[in-house]
């Protein structure tokens, strides 16, 4: 392909969530000439989940995810079970936008608890109840390792090789994908088996690509990541693996940061655009 | 043994550092019952490291690790070497201080670098080259696995399974141990494969053992550490996982923590007696 054309692109509406509600952050991002949008259900909750819809649709945008189900280690069953009728009406949500995936966060530790090795059999059993519930919705789970600095508050499931072994042992039978991994570049870059786990990873099961960058210095545990470029990320490196296993989304750009919050969001898409290009190719090249 | 008489307890320099220099730091942790001390290279530039010695000697105190060396990813050759040189008198002075080991803070990316896998081949090449240094001055080297968090500017060495594939590339016949690993339970409690590389690490290279906890919400990359009790870390699981391999050091309290360098020091050190109380006696117990 040539280089004024390059591959499409999707931006988190976390990204512009300060600036943007989720009608506005479609019409724009459209406007712009970003292709496609990953919703969050708390900022479709403030519009309404017919609106989103409507804004994403008028505006032609390719939904590249839903962010977000999970949460699944509860201090006690009732809580536990609540949270899974929370995740249906996620499902349902995810199948009205024609998600390419529900984005799980899987949950960290329940409050007062030590027990990670608890916790993550929590979330293998709350996954294994929802998962035949999402293939009748059409819809596919998409478990996205968090960095381990969040393993106590938001996620337990750390490494790619984790969420791997997750869907190898609740779906080993699984042509469709119906159980795969989001693989966000801020998670997993420093991880020494990542390439190794790429390899492992059956490409069906990869459901979204999340870029931003990891700050050398880094300020705040959440949100301080850094557009592509200004980090430490080899970037470029993790899309060619990824693009090697033919992935056929849209790089998504998810970036919480306190700096980029208080910029003009048309200048925030801007650079996305652009810092993104490098990856944008390789990912087109690789699929073609 | 009996509750009265729990197993002894180091305390690294860090945790009392905004209030102690060494001398002080020895003299009280001695006076308020602590048997052993992890001092840290610029503390002891600030005191000499004669008057470190013999404040340390006076007192009793066992100098359970030397804090640190390591930073071997350099961006050229010539800081590559210097950097060396610190490493050897690093050595030095842990064979002064008859320290159980130096611990190597390997080092993250060299400034302007996104490869990460060359910053470990630059660890493991100054690490082959100090080794038959460090065992001629009598000195172990204990690698410690940082927190993934740390990744890009203080450590690309993120988990005990890489440590350990270290030590056994670079140390594969190495029955006194000469190179091993610290293992600090606020950098590898999330990591899901920690018990198995427990069960792999052989006895000999576990050269210390330090604990503190990891606040479930925590506020700052760096100074932020907890208390024992005061997090969410199963730190007896893993104390008995370490005692079970019949490690014969001292558990080393090592906090850094903007809470805690505001409290008074003689509060500080008796709260790291009491909240490690559980730890020695598991330590004691199965050492016998």
């Known amino acids: 392909m040539s280089d004024e054309s390059p591959g499409a692109l999707s931006i988190n509406t976390a990204t512009t969530r ?11 991002y459209a406007r712009l000439g970003v292709t496609g949008i990953a919703p969050w259900r708390d900022q479709i909750a403030e519009c309404g989940l017919a609106s989103a819809i409507r804004a994403i649709r008028d505006n032609g945008l390719r939904v590249t995810g839903l962010c977000r189900g999970g949460m699944f280690p509860q201090p006690d069953r009732t809580s536990f079970a609540a949270n899974l009728d929370d995740n249906r009406r996620a499902i349902a949500e995810a199948h009205e936008l024609s998600s390419d995936c529900l984005v799980l966060v899987c949950g960290g530790l329940p409050e007062g608890s030590r027990d990670i090795e608890g916790a993550r059999a929590m979330v293998a059993e709350a996954i294994a109840l929802l998962l035949p519930e999402a293939q009748a919705a059409g819809v596919r789970l998409a478990i996205e390792p968090l960095h381990p600095m969040y393993a106590a508050d938001r996620n337990c499931i750390n490494t790619l090789g984790q969420a791997l072994t997750l869907c190898e ?13 989001a ?31 990891w700050r050398r210095t880094t300020r705040d545990l959440l949100c301080d990541r850094a557009m592509m470029g200004d980090g430490v990320i080899d970037i470029e490196r993790i899309a060619r693996n990824v693009g090697a296993l033919g992935f056929e989304g849209l790089p998504e750009v998810e970036i919480f940061s306190n700096d980029w919050w208080a910029v003009d969001p048309c200048d925030v898409v801007a650079t996305c655009l652009e810092r993104s290009l490098a990856v944008r190719r390789i990912l087109d090249c690789t699929q073609v």
């Not at 300060?18 to 724009?28: C, I, K, L, P, Y």
């Not at 042992?169 to 991994?181: Q, S, T």
């Not at 570049?185 to 459901?207: G, I, S």
């Open 18 to 28: 300060r600036q943007w509600g989720v009608v506005e952050a479609a019409e724009n």
């Open 169 to 181: 042992k609740l779906a080993p039978e699984d042509p469709n994908g119906w159980l795969g991994v």
């Open 183 to 213: 693989l966000d570049v801020y998670h997993v870059w420093w991880d020494p088996a990542l390439e190794d786990m790429l390899n492992r990873l059956d490409p069906v099961r990869l459901h979204a690509f999340h870029i931003c960058d």
